[in-house]
């Protein structure tokens, strides 16, 4: 694994307020991709407000790019219905990475992240120190939808030797 950087954690937690693509609601899942990287959640029958509560794992190699992110409903017979989707900015978090957590409290804000035009964040996220982990809790606006957000957490994996 030449050139990789980490291990990024991301808890997909839950979807709040997803866009209706069925007559009864959506049967949403989510799909992350980073490069060449595809993960994705478990289909959830039958709601706008899932709850996932699923982990799932990306080799960071280049921390420029960003995460991309898509939210899907599925269906049987035809092809998936698109319900938004939405990027995670891996700059904040690349850098607080070079940083001795040696002095650091537990609980402790290390960085605070706006919501701008040049991201999808729903509301002010923090990047913490946690039980000995860098981890950020961000909710995401969903782009190209009529509604919904999607609440993640990411969460650094140090490798032996490196970061």
Known sequence: MDGLVGL?????VRGINLAYRDTR????????????????T????KSVNPIWHEEL???????IAPIKLGVFDKDTFSRDDPMGDAEIDLEPFMEVLNMDPENIRNG?????????????LADESHLCWRNGKFVQDIILRLRNVESGELQVQLQWV????RH
Do not use: A, E, H, W
């Open 57 to 63: 794992t990306l080799s960071i190699m280049n921390p």
């Open 42 to 45: 478990s289909v959830k029958k």
């Open 108 to 120: 402790s804000i290390i960085k605070t992240i706006r919501p701008s035009n040049q991201n999808c």
């Open 8 to 12: 990024l954690k991301i808890r997909v």
């Open 25 to 40: 609601g959506s049967d949403p899942y989510v799909v992350l991709r980073l490069g060449k990287q595809k993960v994705k």
């Open 158 to 161: 140090k490798i032996p030797g």
